[in-house]
């Protein structure tokens, strides 16, 4: 899983929000209950204190104290409801205190002594083993005597409320942690799916496929308006490229027919009986740049034409015959600069192309290994089959492409020894040439190289279906 991809992020923030939320919920629910519980029993005991005062004055005024301790265990019984009640005189002697309670967990004896004060107020004690105890202080006062009245509770009921919910919370948060992360990434999977369409489709679009268009979410937001205008954006990109390849094809074309006149009359000139061999020397120079210029034309033509969608002459045809053929033609060639051409084919190698195009595709790469390959070198030619596809190479030990160059071959006019090939004749269009036409057959070329090495140059082109 990508850590940096908007679905985790979106994910991560959502379910981390969600837990933060729900813990600070549950802290605030935890202090609240706590605070409510103990007010409640807080105010119940308070209610029992101030019910046993009255007990007592009523006890006193009738003349029936002596019976008030067990008037009191009948009437309240605080032992069967895990509290103490114990009331005090001026003196500090006890007058009542309740009984241990049913449970065991609360001796009134043990209780300490809390200190009165002149109104009512709530305080906590601790017993010997550590146990909490709220404790409700109410004094009062029957026929001039002053009495204390302490009604106590355990706070251990209320801690186990509180750590029951805990443990809801703890078992709860995970789970509902779990539920947030794959329910986030559930929704943001839905939500981004159309963004993974949108990304797959404009991988496939390149300089060949201009005229088609990101498919567009009708979701109206801002996803839609952003494929929009994208696509907005790739039909000016289109318009502009066909803009510069109709640019491209007219200059090409209108450069024809003069640089036709200029090289007739320059051939014309030569054949003046009173022109000195300087000046012949000049007119042959011109017009060996006139015929390279011309060359050039027709390259950029034939680009162009390739770029624009011309119409290719696809035949069934034999792709290693083809080489085979090819490289018998450019024998001479080689034979010229003392290097040793061999070539091999598998049999069958059935494509569907324009003949005199891929002939071309032959040409320019042998061509070029023969250019860059020193005398006495060696080129091989092969044809044959792998994963499916026709499989043209043309290998040579020469002087090598630089590693900065490889990107850039099949760049139109780039050179990666503009000297050398400028010498040569080269103009740097032979290697786009190539490239535009296995476009147009819906195959591919790659190049390895390694400089003092050698090149090699391979065509992959689909097999012709039987």
Not at 61 to 79: C, D, G, I, M, Y
Not at 307 to 328: F, H, I, N
Not at 382 to 411: C, K, Q, Y
């Amino acid at each position: 899983m990508n850590i940096r991809s908007l679905r985790f992020c979106l994910t991560a923030w959502y379910a981390g929000l969600l837990v933060c939320v729900v813990a600070l919920f549950g802290t605030a629910v935890y202090f609240g209950l706590e605070r409510y519980l103990e007010k409640t029993v807080r105010a119940a005991l308070s209610e029992q204190a101030r019910a046993v005062g009255e007990e007592i004055n009523e006890q006193i005024t009738e003349n029936r104290f002596p019976s008030l301790v067990k008037h009191l265990n009948e009437k309240f019984a605080p032992h069967l409801n895990a509290r103490f009640i114990r009331v005090t005189d001026a003196s500090g002697t006890a007058v009542y205190l309740s009984k241990l309670s049913s449970d065991g967990l609360l001796d009134p004896s043990l209780v300490p002594r809390v200190h009165p004060e002149g109104e009512e107020y709530s305080t906590e004690v601790f017993l010997p083993n550590g146990k909490r105890v709220l404790v409700q202080v109410v004094p009062f006062s029957v026929s001039g005597k002053k009495y204390i009245i302490e009604a106590g509770s355990l706070y251990a009921p209320l801690e186990a409320v509180l750590d029951g919910l805990i443990a809801i919370f703890a078992l709860g948060l995970p789970v509902l942690a779990a539920v947030a992360i794959g329910g986030g990434y559930f929704l943001m999977r839905r939500a981004l799916i159309q963004v993974d369409e949108i990304t797959i489709q404009a991988e496939r679009i390149s300089s060949d496929n201009l005229s088609a268009r990101l498919p567009v979410p009708a979701t109206g937001d801002e996803l839609e308006r952003l494929t929009l205008a994208l696509n907005r954006m790739m039909s000016r990109l289109e318009d502009a490229f066909q803009h510069i390849n109709r640019f491209s094809a007219d200059v090409s074309h209108e450069l024809r027919t003069p640089l036709t006149i200029l090289r007739g009359e320059l051939e014309a000139l030569v054949h003046h009986e009173d022109l000195s061999p300087g000046l012949l020397d000049q007119i042959g120079s011109a017009l060996e740049e006139t015929e390279r210029l011309r060359t050039i034309i027709d390259q950029l033509l034939v680009i162009s034409r390739l770029d624009a969608g011309d119409v290719l002459q696809k035949v069934p045809l034999d792709l290693g015959r083809l080489a085979l053929s090819t490289a018998e033609q450019m024998q001479v060639v080689a034979e010229e600069k003392s290097i040793k051409l061999s070539y091999s084919a598998e049999p069958g190698i059935q494509v569907e192309g324009d003949p005199s195009r891929l002939k071309q595709v032959v040409v320019n790469l042998l061509d070029n290994a023969i250019r860059y390959t020193s005398e006495g070198g060696s080129i091989f030619v092969s044809a044959g089959r792998r994963n499916g596809s026709a499989v043209l190479t043309v290998a040579d030990n020469g002087t090598g492409i630089p590693p900065e160059a490889l990107s850039h071959v099949f760049e139109r006019f780039y050179r990666a020894d503009k000297a050398r090939s400028r010498y040569s004749g080269g103009a740097g269009l032979g290697l786009s040439i190539v490239n535009a036409i296995c476009t147009a057959h819906r195959g591919e070329i790659e190049v390895s190289s390694a400089e003092g090495v050698g090149t090699t140059m391979t065509v992959l082109l689909p097999l012709a279906k039987n």
